[in-house]
T-cell receptor, first 115, second 114 residues
């Protein structure tokens, strides 16, 4: 079956621009996570959705970052006024129910480069 | 708060030799622990997980890990390394309430020498 997909796979933008990163979770998965992986680091949690609502956005670094999941499936991570420090791989993951025993399935990521 | 420490950002082994990748965790409550592998330009793939059942967990590709509460460790092993095992490996701990988000270690890059 189809796994988690993310588009675009690569995004190059200029400092100050707005970007949107999309995540298509596995069908039927109610829990969706966004992580950010900087070079040489492990993924860091950004935000968690259970259904349509953001249940935990404590990992978002500042108010330039925002994410939505309006219909409880596809999610979009939005970054305003991008900065060079936002350059990283943004990973999306989904799981069946969100409980800690439920494995998270990761997408291939979107590599964001801010020039 | 929970955290994960992976000792050794780079590990090199000869093909056929034992693989040992170290992971220590910190958690105030019984954790759930995971090992993921990441091949170049690919997403994270689950190798194995500990969810409070058996302390010795067997995963895919011949990997296994043992949960040792007394040592707060969850080291990953494989008896005989294969060239295809060359990748980056991440240990993660899951929160056991609320969001169940993962806290990842910084990763260990495994190099397999012919």
């Amino acid at each position: 079956g189809a796994g988690v997909s993310q588009t675009p796979s690569n995004k190059v933008t200029e400092k100050g621009k707005y970007v949107e990163l999309r995540c298509d979770p596995i069908s039927g998965h109610t829990a969706l996570y966004w992580y950010r992986q900087s070079l040489g680091q492990g993924p860091e949690f950004l935000i968690y959705f259970q259904g349509t609502g953001a249940a935990d956005d404590s990992g978002l670094p500042n108010d330039r970052f925002f994410a939505v999941r309006p219909e409880g499936s596809v999610s979009t991570l939005k970054i305003q006024r991008t900065e060079r420090g936002d350059s990283a791989v943004y990973l999306c993951a989904s799981s069946l129910r969100g409980g800690s025993r439920n494995e998270q399935f990761f997408g291939p990521g979107t590599r964001l480069t801010v020039l | 708060a929970q955290s994960v420490t992976q000792l050794g950002s780079h590990v090199s082994v000869s093909e056929g030799a034992l693989v040992l990748l170290r992971c220590n965790y910190s958690s105030s409550v019984p954790p759930y622990l995971f090992w993921y592998v990441q091949y170049p330009n690919q997403g994270l793939q689950l190798l194995l997980k500990y969810t409070s059942a058996a302390t010795l967990v067997k995963g895919i590709n011949g990997f296994e890990a043992e949960f040792k509460k007394s040592e707060t460790s969850f080291h990953l092993t494989k008896p005989s390394a294969h060239m295809s095992d060359a990748a980056e490996y991440f240990c993660a701990v899951s929160t056991t309430s609320g969001t169940y988000k993962y806290i990842f270690g910084t990763g260990t890059r495994l190099k397999v020498l012919a």
